[in-house]
């Protein structure tokens, strides 16, 4: 069964620095999909980037990155100059393919991030 | 460009009443549909999951149902709900097919108290 392990409940960082929120997963499946969601107090999900178990590059998507450890089963997120408004929940997940062939959607507990004026 | 609604926003239902939560997408077809559940502090536990309509695998027993009448239209339900129902519910869709690749993408949610 796959599992997807956040470790950090909150973070603080102050505006304008760099913060990496940690999330690990494990899973015995060769093909599966890492993704990084943001929960703003509003509740709704947004996707931030996505990476691929066979991509050989880490992930980007303007300021954020996905720092990929295949070896390491690890998955961690980079925000860089951060802002107010990355004030929020983030919440990492692991798809793969159900017995269906569907894709499923594992998600971890979370890390509130909070910025610091 | 694709857009998902989902209503109520907000509902407080007392135990042993029914629940009927809506989701639609517009701007796309053929999308599959996900019923997830949080509860407070909590990750995103996957409900029900639909690849077309009338087809809905259910990944939780319990006592919630769903429903897809229509291509983009998904239904969460209970004839009598419980305190544990009670939790933020998300709808989401990804473009339908298989694959591990393509992001959901979610609505805003309904928060709903069970008293």
């Known amino acids: 069964a796959q599992k997807i392990t956040q470790t950090q409940p909150g973070m603080f960082v102050q505006e304008k620095e760099a913060v990496t929120l940690d999330c690990t997963y494990d899973t015995s499946d060769p093909s599966y999909g890492l993704f990084w969601y943001k929960q703003p107090s509003s509740g709704e999900m947004i996707f931030l980037i996505y990476?691929?178990?066979?991509?050989?590059q880490n992930a980007t998507e303007g300021r954020y990155s996905l720092n990929f450890q295949k070896a390491r089963k690890s998955a961690n997120l980079v925000i860089s100059a951060s802002q107010l408004g990355d004030s929020a929940m983030y919440f990492c997940?692991?798809?793969?393919?159900?017995?269906?062939?569907?894709?499923?959607?594992?998600f971890g507990i979370g890390t509130k991030l909070q910025v610091i004026p | 460009s694709q857009t998902i609604h989902q209503w109520p926003a907000t509902l407080v239902q007392p135990v042993g009443s029914p629940l009927s939560l809506e989701c639609t997408v517009e701007?796309?077809?053929?999308?599959?549909l996900y019923w997830y559940r949080q509860a407070a502090g909590r990750g995103l536990q996957l409900l029900f999951y639909?690849?077309?309509?009338?087809?809905i695998s259910s990944e939780v027993p319990q006592n919630l149902s769903a429903s897809r009448p229509q291509d983009r239209q998904f239904i969460l339900s209970s004839k009598k709900l419980l305190l544990s129902d009670s939790g933020f519910y998300l709808c989401?869709?990804?473009?339908?097919?298989?694959?591990?690749?393509?992001?959901?993408?979610f609505g805003p949610g309904t928060r709903l108290t069970v008293t």
């Open positions: 990476q691929g178990s066979y991509d050989q």
């Open positions: 997940a692991m798809s793969d393919l159900n017995s269906g062939g569907y894709q499923k959607v594992t």
């Open positions: 639909s690849v077309g309509i009338g087809q």
């Open positions: 701007g796309t077809s053929n999308p599959n």
């Open positions: 989401a869709w990804r473009d339908g097919g298989t694959g591990i690749r393509d992001e959901q993408y």
